[in-house]
């Protein structure tokens, strides 16, 4: 049987409560905020058409709590926000990486610090997507460049959501969130569709955090016939608090080590003509799309450039990072920040390449001719070196 599509012409923001809803999504818990606003707004108009639940909540710490509950009680829930929304969210962030309650937390980036230039692009919230809140922790951080992406990676997002037992950050940016593109809304089977493991075993028997070799416990609904405890203290394998070290090393362990470990199953990049690149631009989100544009402009002038595009943000690419580090004569990180990824890049360059950042914080992206003009710039460089 064939599958239903349906192509449309809409925003990022949009796509993606498409792309929820066809993961499964029921539940929406969010304050309107700039430039995210457009997922609320669908959100309340499509969730109740498909027999799911929209609240306006008073303000951003409401909102990433009322997910949580609704995860908890078994609804595949979500919420959106941007830079200071998502600022206070970070506390009870905490609180769902150690209950280990699945959830989707979109952020669409715009220029700050604080209330900032609002309606404007930035991508200054990467390191805070990984390190935002407090305490060794592992996280999942995807990051689109296309409306397509929208929709399709916000199916990802679930599916580490619920594979994982785990919060799963979509950090968007103004540039993606608010740009129309076509997009294919397609019928997705039950087969590309992660829903949480469940509990077989007798009621008294189970322990929501006794988690098994691949790292992930089932998770019993509130309501239901199991007894589950969930708070943000360290707890032992029932749910109860525990303060013995032994018990506190293995759990904090756990928090990073079930998606480190699993790296290869969550990791997604985009290679474009790496084969014989001699320049190397990595690049996430927005920006990737200048950088996919400069490339094919100096493409046409014989010059050897390729893109690495981070999907995943974290776990970092790092696999990915040093294979283009290894292989190019230099590599450009194109970034709506001043320099938040270069230092991961950085970090793993034991090899001397030379690495360069193009940066923009004046509110305005990244565009295609200030990335070449850093290529010539790294080329005269070299030539300068090298003769």
Not at 309 to 332: G, H, K, M, Y
């Amino acid at each position: 049987m064939t599958k239903k599509q349906d192509i449309r012409f809409i925003q990022g923001n949009v796509a993606m409560v498409e792309g929820a809803i066809a993961a499964g999504a029921r539940f929406y818990a969010g304050y309107p905020i700039t430039p995210s606003s457009e997922v609320a707004e669908a959100s309340s108009i499509r969730l109740p058409q498909e027999g799911g639940l929209y609240v306006q909540m008073e303000d951003e710490i409401a909102s990433i709590a009322a997910i949580i509950g609704a995860s908890a009680s078994g609804k595949k829930s979500y919420t959106a926000t941007s830079g200071p929304g998502f600022s206070l969210m970070q506390e009870n962030l905490g609180v769902a990486i150690m209950a280990e309650v699945p959830c989707v937390i979109i952020n669409v980036q715009r220029s700050g610090p604080s209330t900032g230039l609002a309606t404007k692009p930035a991508q200054g919230d990467f390191l805070q997507s990984r390190w935002g809140t407090h305490g060794d922790h592992g996280i999942i951080v995807l990051s689109p460049s296309t409306v397509q992406d929208c929709f399709d990676l916000m199916i990802d997002a679930f599916n580490y959501a619920e594979k994982y037992r785990t919060p799963v950050i979509f950090l968007a940016d103004e540039i993606v969130g608010h740009i129309r593109e076509k997009v294919v809304i397609r019928e997705v089977g039950e087969n590309e569709i992660i829903n949480r493991a469940q509990p077989d075993c007798e009621p008294e028997e189970y322990k929501p955090f006794n988690h098994t070799e691949d790292g992930v416990a089932p998770l019993a609904p509130y309501g239901g016939k199991y007894v589950v405890r969930l708070s943000g203290s360290t707890h032992d394998e029932r749910g109860f608090p525990c303060s013995r070290p032994d018990n506190a090393d293995k759990f904090i362990r756990h928090y990073t080590d079930k998606i480190e470990k699993n790296y290869k199953d969550i990791v997604k990049v985009r290679k474009y003509n790496l084969e014989d690149a001699d320049i190397t631009l990595v690049a996430f989100g927005g920006s990737t799309r200048s950088a996919l544009e400069a490339m094919n402009m100096a493409r046409k002038e014989g010059k050897k450039i390729g893109v690495l595009q981070l999907i995943t943000l974290w776990p970092f690419p790092e696999d990915e990072v040093r294979d283009v580090l290894v292989n190019s004569n230099a590599v450009i990180v194109p970034e709506m920040n001043l320099g938040q990824m270069i230092r991961e890049v950085n970090r793993l360059n034991d090899f001397n390449t030379p690495v360069q950042g193009v940066n923009r914080i004046d509110s305005m992206p990244i565009t295609p001719k200030e990335i070449l003009d850093k290529i010539a710039e790294v080329e005269n460089e070299s030539s300068r070196i090298f003769g």
